[in-house]
């Protein structure tokens, strides 16, 4: 009989060497797969237990006034975790205090196996949505009735656990005989448990694992082929419409909360009519139209009808994956014929089976923690997804970094006559891709595959591109390009893997230290003219690169700097075609051979996008260069894109397709497509716009606030303005009891407020969760602002979209400034500037109409349903003094708005609340 002790604590803090000590205690120990006992009690510490603490775990020290001392309890202790695995969710902190403890009491600490609940979880549920115990429990289905509280979380950490060993029990041989030989750099003891489990298996017959099927010792899920099916299914379009939207229709039918949207149908029928009329048009279809549905619905039959694919482009592959869990499986309940909608993402995403398997031979002590706990995580993924996409998984740190070996942007084309050609992921997703009906991508690929002449996508002619205010932007970059010393440091570095004899690790290294010279120059060249740059979203210090603006003699030292390092990277890709006529010639080494032509590959674009930013002086290009504000002063970024993009789209897009779509919520400034239209190059007598409003009642759900006392930023001191409007903010929480968005222009802005929103608050006050500042990408920063009842969200750029959260938890949403760029943004000033000769007003063409979208999206955050309701409240006076400002307010909604000093706006909030 196998036993488990697990346990948790709550403490006085973190650190037990400092004197924080244990105020309560709870095991529960598990044999033969069920609870055989429970054991909790506090314990009374030798100092008062932090607010903080209270209030997360809601133990005060009343509580443990009368609760016995470590001392008393510490037999128990050690009885219960006797000749069983500690187990704990987080095992080093809560062994390594219990230890600490019962050694002060005079007690031997305990020396058992340990499992680690946190990292049991990372290899055997590598698809749950996050790890912290909650997370877990909510992924198991397991009801958590008191976080925070020691017995409840240790009883849930059991259940977990039973889950886990459930699992892992019921790999595979071959998977868990990979994992033993992985398991010694692992934090848990798990030897002994795979190695019964292993003897087993090949003692015991099992059923056969129908659902599995082992290929050169790796246990993969089996896939189905694919195939479309045939089907008779042939109605009209409009029945096929009326079906699906009449009242007790097949829509009402699918859904538990169904509500007609008004617009919806109509939306459907004027993009089905563009497809049939082989027309491009531009739909702006605002917050609760039902735009997905209203594309998906006749994508789909003009894919099933006409036998043709349609292309649905979204802005990022978070919503791809939001079409394929939430819309595809409600259009499979409405539509009577089966179809295959597939999501197609970039070779990067993708594992690769060929390279897992050679990074699996090698020896794990050569790998870092991280490295071989995501290679026992990949060994437990690939017995279950279908798709072997990176996004399913939550990969630790330098995981990341492994995934670029492994992932099939790290091979070449792979060649049909390999062994893994037939199971690659990738090559799966290309396959199915030539018989599906809808293609999901995103703007990057989409736009990668225009650049390319269409290489990576399979053969279309109809598309719909969701948030199609985005695909000029993305498109510039794409066709541009980019260059940063880190990616150069991790391309060298792995040719030293590649290219073993000293001469060429000696030309590895001086080519590194000529890439440090160069990127340090092109450091000090921003540092330099700091009065020109401006920051971008992230942080980082932006500044344009002219080259017939330097003087001859920066120029000629740039140029000598770049030339000693082109020269380098020369004389590697010498060693290199060397090397693979050896492997070719002497081992026949298809393998080694296939990694020298990509890295051959790699450096000849580095050379070439080097030279591109360089010496060429084509005018329809802008350039600049990024640095980190605070970071090494060679962590630089180079960048190079068109100054018009749209000309381009036209050319190789547009022109190219029978019909695209573009739809959006935010496509018109003041009701006009015209800023759209010419940033995508279209000519607005060969496109179909319509504008479809929300349905929402916006003058009773919202009130626009514009407070007319605040400092002018542009007259008085930024401390100024921000210390009001930081008053401000924490006088509206207090209001909304937070549940708050507040939006910036600029990152520095938003340190700033932070910091002064520290000194308003109370620490048990708010939850401030700061964009740069708070940990986590922006889906966990708007998960934790969720999850806390009085909290306040800062972001900046990309918060002012995308963030979706409905309800009570939002119930205002601070503009600090309008969204206009700074005008020292690189690509807005070239761009100005090539307005200016052509003699058109940059200001009213270009930066007033990026402001409003931008605008509209940020207001946009707050009402996601026809139930929520709040304020949104703008902090800059521009938007009632200006003469633009009507172009802000006509472009949005109608509200109910008001414009008076601050505290008469506050009064109006707390009535309005109430």
């Known amino acids: 009989m196998t036993k488990f002790a697990v346990v948790d604590l709550e403490t006085t803090g973190q650190n037990p060497t400092k004197g924080d000590q244990i105020i309560e205690v709870g095991i529960v120990v598990v044999a033969d797969g069920i609870v055989k006992q429970q054991y909790g009690t506090y314990v009374k510490p030798n100092q008062e237990i932090p607010l903080f603490i209270s209030h997360l775990t809601g133990i005060t020290d009343d509580q443990v006034t009368t609760a016995p001392s470590f001392s008393e309890i510490a037999p128990d202790i ?12 987080h095992v080093q902190f809560d062994l390594g205090f219990l230890n600490e403890a019962l050694m002060d009491a005079g007690f031997s600490p305990i020396n058992e196996k340990v499992i680690d609940t946190v990292e049991f979880a990372r290899i055997m549920a590598p698809r749950a949505t996050g790890y912290k115990l909650s997370q877990l429990a909510e992924y198991f289905g397991i009801q958590h009735q008191r976080p925070h509280r020691a017995l409840s979380d240790a009883y849930v950490t059991a259940e977990v656990l039973l889950k886990l060993l459930d699992k892992a029990r019921k790999l595979p041989e071959e998977t868990l005989e990979k994992l033993l030989n992985l398991e010694a750099k692992l934090n848990s003891d798990f030897y002994t448990l795979f190695r019964k489990w292993v ?99 006749p994508s789909l039959f003009m894919a099933l009808q006409n036998d043709e694919r349609v292309v649905i482009s979204t802005y990022t592959t978070h919503l791809q994956a939001q079409l394929l869990e939430q819309e595809i499986p409600l259009l499979e309940k409405i539509i009577p014929v089966s179809f295959d909608a597939l999501i197609v993402k970039g070779k990067s995403h993708y594992l690769s089976l060929k390279k897992f398997e050679q990074e699996l031979e090698k020896s794990p002590w050569d790998d870092n923690y991280d490295v071989i706990l995501t290679k026992a995580l990949l060994l437990v993924w690939i017995t279950e997804t279908d798709t072997g996409d990176v996004d399913e998984l939550h990969l630790p740190s330098s995981g990341q970094i492994f995934w670029r070996r492994i992932s099939a942007e790290a091979e070449r084309t792979l060649d049909p006559k390999s062994p893994w050609f037939s199971r690659t992921y990738y090559q799966r997703i290309r396959r199915r891709a030539q018989k599906a009906h809808l293609i999901i991508t995103n703007h990057a690929l989409l736009c990668t595959d225009i650049v390319h002449d269409y290489e990576f996508l399979p053969e279309y002619q109809y598309a719909v591109i969701d948030e199609g205010h985005h695909l000029e932007r993305t498109a510039s970059r794409h066709f541009g390009m980019h260059v940063d010393y880190v990616s150069i440091q991790y391309l060298l570095n792995e040719l030293e893997e590649i290219l073993e004899d000293s001469d060429s690790i000696q030309l590895i290294t001086e080519s590194k230290e000529h890439a440090d010279y160069l990127f340090r120059y092109f450091f000090d060249l921003v540092q330099q003219q700091r009065k020109q740059t401006s920051y971008n979203d992230i942080g980082r210090i932006q500044s344009l690169f002219q080259r017939t603006e330097l003087k001859e003699d920066t120029f000629n030292y740039l140029k000598d700097l770049a030339s000693r390092f082109v020269f380098s990277l020369k004389d590697i890709l010498v060693k290199l075609d060397k090397q693979k006529q050896v492997s070719h010639e002497a081992y026949n080494d298809e393998e080694k051979e296939d990694e020298v032509k990509r890295k051959m ?79 995508n190059g279209l000519n607005r007598n060969d496109v179909v716009t319509k504008k479809f409003p929300s349905p929402f009642s916006y003058k009773e759900q919202v009130q626009l606030l514009i407070p007319n006392d605040l ?68 889906s966990r920063l708007q998960k934790n ?130």
């Open 601 to 679: 590959e790699q450096i000849e674009t580095l050379i070439m996008n080097l030279n591109l930013f360089l010496y060429d002086d084509e005018t329809s290009m802008v350039k600049w260069i990024e640095i980190e504000a605070k970071g090494a002063r060679n962590a630089v970024y180079l960048y190079c894109e068109p100054i018009d993009v749209g000309s381009l789209l036209k050319e190789k897009f547009y022109e190219e397709k029978t019909s695209v779509v573009l739809t959006s919520a935010t496509l018109t400034i003041k009701n006009s497509f015209n800023y759209i239209l010419e940033r």
């Open 78 to 89: 050690i009885e219960l975790c006797s000749d069983a695995y500690f187990v704990a969710h």
């Open 785 to 914: 602002f969720q999850s806390f009842d009085k909290a306040i969200l800062l972001g900046t750029s990309s918060f002012w979209e995308g963030i979706d959260i409905p309800g009570e938890d939002l119930s205002s949403v601070v503009i600090v400034r309008l969204p206009f760029e700074p005008p020292n943004h690189p690509v807005y000033s070239a761009r100005a500037e090539a307005l200016k000769e052509e003699g058109e007003n940059p200001f009213m063409k270009l930066a007033l109409p990026n402001a409003v979208i931008r605008f509209k999206q940020g207001f946009g955050r707050l009402i996601r349903s026809s139930k929520d309701r709040g304020i949104v409240f703008v902090c800059d006076g521009r938007l009632m003094k200006a003469k633009y400002g009507k172009y802000f307010i006509e472009s949005i909604p109608q509200a109910s708005f008001l414009y008076n000093d601050a505290q008469t706006l506050l009064d109006h909030a707390r009535e309005w609340f109430s």
């Open 199 to 297: 003897e087993n298996k090949r003692y015991v017959l099992e059923e056969e694992n129908h659902h599995i099927e082992v290929y050169r010792g790796l246990a993969l899920k089996k896939q189905k082929k694919p195939g479309r099916e045939e089907h008779e299914w042939n109605p009209s379009f409009g029945e096929f419409l009326d079906e699906v939207f009449d009242s007790d229709g097949k829509l009402k039918e699918a859904m538990d909360q169904y509500e007609s949207r008004p617009g919806q149908k109509e939306m459907a029928e004027m993009l089905f009519d563009s497809f049939q009329r082989e027309k491009h048009a531009l739909i702006e279809a605002e917050t609760g139209t039902g735009k997905t549905l209203a594309y998906l619905l």
């Open 711 to 778: 400092p002018q930023i542009n007259k008085d001191k930024e401390e100024d303005f921000l210390s009001a409007i930081s008053y401000n903010i924490y006088e509206l929480a207090k209001i909304t009891n937070g549940r708050m968005l507040v939006l910036f222009t600029s990152y520095q802005m938003l340190k700033k407020t932070h910091e002064l929103l520290k000194g308003f608050f109370d620490q048990d006050d708010f939850m401030i969760i700061s964009q740069g500042i708070s940990s986590g990408s922006r």
